[in-house]
């Protein structure tokens, strides 16, 4: 039996090169998944834009989400810290923007656009500020 092909192997899976247990699969279908769903109910109500928004937005929701609803691997812990803030933060502007569509006075838009953006002006200060402390 030659042991330097057990160290080699060895290092290998410390290294990630072996494929042992369930991988990561890729979830980049969600978001055509939600568009083309959110099309298709748009459609059948007479409102295709608001839909596509609606569905885009769920689609983004679905993929900040997701880390939180999968089921962890063995040797993964639960990790809060992998959610992604930006992808939840767009997916909850579209789909309010494509329900104001329907609902909203055309009134309301500047305000709320205003609002949104002051908003994200003060978030992104305090994530700069953040990550210089």
């Known amino acids: 039996m030659n042991t330097n092909n057990c160290t080699e192997i060895k290092d290998a899976e410390r290294r990630?090169?072996?494929e042992s247990?369930?991988?990561h699969k890729p979830f980049g279908f969600i978001i055509p998944a939600g568009i083309l769903i959110g099309l298709g109910v748009g459609i059948?109500?007479?409102y295709v834009f608001s839909g596509?928004?609606?569905g885009l937005g769920i689609g983004f929701l679905g993929s900040g989400l997701l880390p939180l609803v999968r089921k962890p691997l063995e040797s993964e812990g639960i990790n809060l810290g992998n959610t992604d803030v930006?992808?939840?933060l767009i997916g909850a502007f579209l789909v309010f923007i494509g329900i104001g569509i329907v609902y909203a006075p055309a009134a309301l838009w500047p305000y709320a656009?205003?609002?949104f953006?002051?908003?994200v002006g003060i978030w992104v200060l305090v994530r700069g500020f953040y990550h210089i402390g």
Do not use: S
Request: charged share 10%; no cysteine; glycine share 14%.
């Open 16 to 18: 990630g090169l072996t």
């Open 86 to 88: 930006t992808m939840l």
């Open 44 to 46: 059948l109500v007479d």
């Open 117 to 119: 953006l002051i908003l």
């Open 52 to 54: 596509f928004l609606i």
């Open 21 to 23: 247990g369930e991988h």
């Open 113 to 115: 656009i205003a609002g």
